[in-house]
C-alpha cells in the first residue's frame, strides 16, 4: 500500500469516526428531547448535542410550549455547523434552515458534510452588516414569517437585528456580552467591517448589554423568557406567544458569564476572572441605545 493510499484511508477512517460520534450525540440528544416537556424552567430544560453550552435543550424546551407553524429557521455566524443552536433542530425536528457565515472555506466544508443532503438546509457566505441582511435573507426565500432567528456575529449583534424587517421570527436567540452588565443600555458603535478582535486585542469588546437587547426586543415585539446558564444567550419569544412562559426583566433574566476567554496582547488565553476582564475593556466607547449617544464604558 502506497503511503498515499495509507493517508487517504486515514482521513477516511477519521471521517467515519467523527459521523458515528455526531450520530451517538443525535441519539442521546433525542431521548433526552423527550423529557423536555417535563422541565418546568428554561434552565431545567438545557442539554448540549451540538450547541456550544446547553441551546439544545431551550429550544426544545420552547418549541414544546410555542405554537410555531412555520419550521424554518435562520442562524449566522455558524463557522463549520458542527457547533451551532440550530443543527439538533434540523435534524431531530427536519426543519428547513438557512445559516450563514462569512468564511467561504466555512460553507464549503458544509456542503461537504452529509447534512447537507440529508435535510433541507441552505449554506451561504456573506459578512453579514445591517444593510445586506434583508436582502440575503429575500434572496434565500426566508422572507415572511419563521420560527427561529439565532444571531451570534460576535459584534453588531443589536444593528443587524434592529435592521431586520423582511422576516418575522416567532422566537429570537441572539447572543449578549454579560461584561457589559444588567443595568446600562449600551452597544459597540456601528462599524459595517467590523471584527473582533481588531477592535480590541481582548476579543471582549463585542456585542451589546442585555438591556439593550430587551428595549429592541420590546420595540420589536417580544420579551425575555430567559438565558442560557452560560450567560451568552439571550431568548426571546413574539407577546403574543409568551402563554405560559415566564416573562423577565433584564435584571431577572441576565446571567454572568464564567467562561475565560479573554486574550493578551499576544494572543494567549488569560484565563481571567470576570472583573479582569471587565477592567480590559474599561474606556471603550459604547452607544446607548435609549439616547443614541456615545458613551464610554
Known sequence: MTLLKKIKNIIQEIKRSKQDNFEVRFLMGSMLAK???????????????FSQFGDDGIIQFLLNRIPIKVDKFVEFGVESYEESNTRFLLMHDNWQGLVI?????????????????????TAISSFIT?????????????????????IDIDGNDYWVWQAI????????????NSLFGSERSITIPYKPDYYRMDAHYSGL???????????????KGYALVGCNKAGNNAYF???????????LSP???????????????EGNLTFANEPERR?????????????GLTETF
Open 165 to 176: 424587517n423582511v422576516c418575522d421570527p416567532d422566537i429570537v436567540v441572539i447572543e449578549y
Open 279 to 291: 477592567k480590559e475593556i474599561l474606556g471603550q466607547p459604547v452607544v446607548n441605545v435609549k439616547t
Open 35 to 49: 423529557n423536555s416537556s417535563q422541565a418546568k424552567s428554561i434552565k431545567e430544560a438545557e442539554f448540549k448535542v
Open 130 to 150: 445591517a444593510e445586506n441582511i434583508n436582502q440575503l435573507l429575500q434572496e434565500n426565500g426566508f422572507s415572511g414569517k419563521i420560527g427561529i432567528l439565532s
Open 101 to 121: 457565515d462569512g468564511s467561504p472555506d466555512n460553507i464549503a466544508y458544509i456542503k461537504n458534510d452529509p447534512i447537507y443532503w440529508r435535510y433541507n438546509l
Open 205 to 219: 469588546y463585542f456585542g451589546a448589554s442585555l438591556q439593550a437587547l430587551c428595549d429592541l426586543g420590546k420595540l
Open 251 to 265: 435584571e431577572e433574566g441576565f446571567v454572568h458569564a464564567r467562561f475565560r476567554e479573554g486574550r493578551d496582547k
Open 237 to 247: 419569544v413574539k407577546n403574543n406567544l409568551v402563554s405560559e412562559l415566564q416573562v
